[in-house]
Antibody
Framework: QLQLQESGSGLVKPSQTLSLTCAVS??????????WSWIRQPPGKGLEWIGY???????YYNPSLKSRVTISVDRSKNQFSLKLSSVTAADTAVYYC??????????WGQGTLVTVSS | QSALTQPASVSGSPGQSITISCTGT?????????VSWYQQHPGKAPKLMIY???NRPSGVPDRFSGSKSGNTASLTISGLQAEDEADYYC??????????FGGGTKLTVL
């Protein structure tokens, strides 16, 4: 059974860079046909797709976040990562990692809350 | 990239049927059959309920069904049960290769 687990700092200061990692177990991140996504959900609000990466390293980002987002993959560790720069309070959210294919998410991580505050 | 449009809330009594709509454009819902629906209970990660417009993953009750007409997709839940009370989100692949979610619909079982 595929499992995904987010890890990283739960508190980030404004203007700094948010960094999260998603460890994948029960399957290989190099499996063809899938992309590896980051999605976020501000408290009490809806879901927002941040972006995704293929095992080849090709990336696709939400246009509204593109200038601040970097998603990378580490095939040797079977994990992928998110960096979001110049954060503000509006970036406070639960961040989920997931396995996706053409926008269909079959597997989600449990989510991790990241708070942006000084 | 605008969010897909869903009603903020719907409600129904146990045993009844409800339908949640998800309206987009020809660049997303209308242009692709990659429309998905997710159920989210409070404090939990979303769960895939419908993929590719009308397909159910293994384990999802057949009370859940999906359809699409033009730029609008729909999720129907028949034989409503108390445990169906949750938030529901639609999602669609888009012409920019980045998926987009709907704003979410809160389902209340009366």
């Amino acid at each position: 059974q595929l499992q995904l687990q987010e890890s990283g700092s739960g508190l980030v200061k404004p203007s700094q860079t948010l960094s999260l990692t998603c460890a994948v177990s029960g399957g290989s991140i190099s499996s063809g046909g899938y992309s590896w996504s980051w999605i976020r959900q501000p408290p009490g609000k809806g879901l927002e797709w941040i972006g995704y990466i293929y095992h080849s390293g090709s990336t696709y980002y939400n246009p509204s976040l593109k200038s601040r987002v970097t998603i990378s993959v580490d095939r040797s560790k079977n994990q992928f990562s998110l960096k979001l720069s110049s954060v503000t309070a509006a970036d406070t959210a639960v961040y989920y990692c997931a396995r996706s294919s053409y926008g269909v998410i079959g597997y989600w991580g449990q989510g991790t809350l990241v708070t942006v505050s000084s | 990239q605008s969010a897909l449009t869903q009603p903020a809330s719907v409600s129904g009594s146990p045993g009844q049927s409800i339908t949640i709509s998800c309206t987009g454009t020809s660049s997303d819902v209308g242009g692709y059959n990659y429309v998905s629906w997710y159920q989210q209970h409070p404090g939990k990660a979303p769960k895939l309920m419908i993929y590719e417009v009308s397909n159910r993953p293994s384990g999802v009750p057949d009370r859940f069904s999906g359809s699409k007409s033009g730029n609008t997709a729909s999720l129907t839940i028949s034989g409503l049960q108390a445990e169906d009370e949750a938030d529901y989100y639609c999602s669609s692949y888009t012409s920019s290769s980045t998926p987009v979610f709907g704003g979410g619909t809160k389902l209340t079982v009366l």
